[in-house]
Each structure stands twice: as structure tokens, then as C-alpha cells.
């Protein structure tokens, strides 16, 4: 499967397992890291920050790597775009 020209890979359920652990690893230092300059992230805000990191990590291992080029990043910034769209939609929706 190609997206914008960039061959996408399957990985693996280790993978993709180690992919959210470093997600929840960086959320957890992101919100901490907040609270410690003394601005603590809301509700909707630390979920979308998780969406994002949790997206970052899987799409490097699913080929993805925004150090490759233009075309890599344009895809990661579509993709975070549609997650953070499909994201505030939900929000929309619930509130």
C-alpha cells in the first residue's frame, strides 16, 4: 500500500505494541513537564497531545519518518490533521 507515493509497511503487534508504550511514555513526560512550568494541559488539550504522539510513534514504524523528505512530512501532517479533526469532531459531539 502506497500513501502519497510512500510505500507503507505492516508492523508487526510487538511493534505496534512498543510503538504505544513510547507513546504513553512521552505523554506522561509531555503532561509532566506541563505541570512542572505550571501549566497544566485540560482535558481536551492532553488528548489530542496523546492522538498525536500516539500517531508519531506509529507511523515511523509503519514507514513514515519525517527525516526522509518532503513527501514524508506532508504525510505526517496530513494524517495529524485528519486525527486531531476527527478528534475535535468527537468532542463536538460529546459536549
Not at 512542572?36 to 498525536?52: H, I, Q, T
Not at 514524508?72 to 469532531?89: D, P
Request: hydrophobic share 65%; charged share 10%; proline share 3%.
Amino acid at each position: 500500500m502506497h500513501l502519497i507515493g510512500i510505500p507503507l509497511r505492516k508492523p508487526s503487534f510487538a511493534e505496534f505494541t512498543a510503538a504505544g508504550v513510547m507513546a504513553a511514555g512521552l505523554f506522561v513526560l509531555a503532561i509532566g513537564v506541563a505541570r512542572a512550568l505550571a501549566s497544566p494541559l485540560g482535558l481536551v488539550d492532553a488528548g489530542a497531545l496523546l492522538v498525536v504522539l500516539m500517531w508519531a510513534c506509529v507511523s515511523a514504524r509503519v514507514g513514515i519518518h519525517i527525516g526522509r523528505g518532503q513527501r514524508h512530512l506532508m504525510a505526517n501532517l496530513l494524517v495529524s490533521a485528519a486525527l486531531l479533526g476527527a478528534y475535535q469532531a468527537a468532542w463536538a459531539v460529546v459536549a
